[in-house]
């Protein structure tokens, strides 16, 4: 059975920084890209940022390009999106994406539960 954990998020203020993370089990997770998606309060899930099975590829939306890193350690079997320089709009439930292939252009097959983020003074 595959799960996707996801971990890191809270209460940070405008400016401030979170790093999250997502525990896989249940599939090969060196062998997948994974992806960051998040959904704001009345709106539809968005996709963040996406990272090939190796980790050396990855690409961000435009409004988080230059702020969030993801990145994966394959030996942990664990996914990280570093959130740096966090805006009030960035607030929003945070999933984790088992994709189906190894480069980042598959669809998406599991999601995780979520983490909330909120970025408040």
């Known amino acids: 059975e595959v799960q996707l954990v996801e971990t890191g998020g809270g209460l940070v203020q405008p400016g401030g920084s979170l790093r999250l993370a997502c525990t896989a089990s249940?599939?090969?997770?060196?062998?997948?890209?994974m992806a960051w998606v998040r959904q704001a309060p009345g709106k539809g899930l968005r996709w963040v940022s996406k990272?090939?099975?190796?980790?050396?590829?990855?690409t961000y939306g435009d409004s988080v390009e230059g702020r969030f890193t993801i990145s994966r350690d394959n030996a942990k079997n664990t996914l990280y999106l570093q959130m740096n320089s966090l805006k009030p709009e960035d607030a929003a439930v945070y999933y984790c994406?088992?994709?189906?292939?190894?480069?980042?252009?598959?669809?998406?097959?599991?999601r995780g539960q979520g983490t909330q983020v909120t970025v408040s003074s």
């Open positions: 994406e088992k994709l189906r292939e190894a480069y980042y252009y598959s669809e998406s097959d599991y």
């Open positions: 249940g599939f090969t997770f060196s062998r997948f890209a």
């Open positions: 990272i090939n099975s190796d980790g050396s590829s990855t």
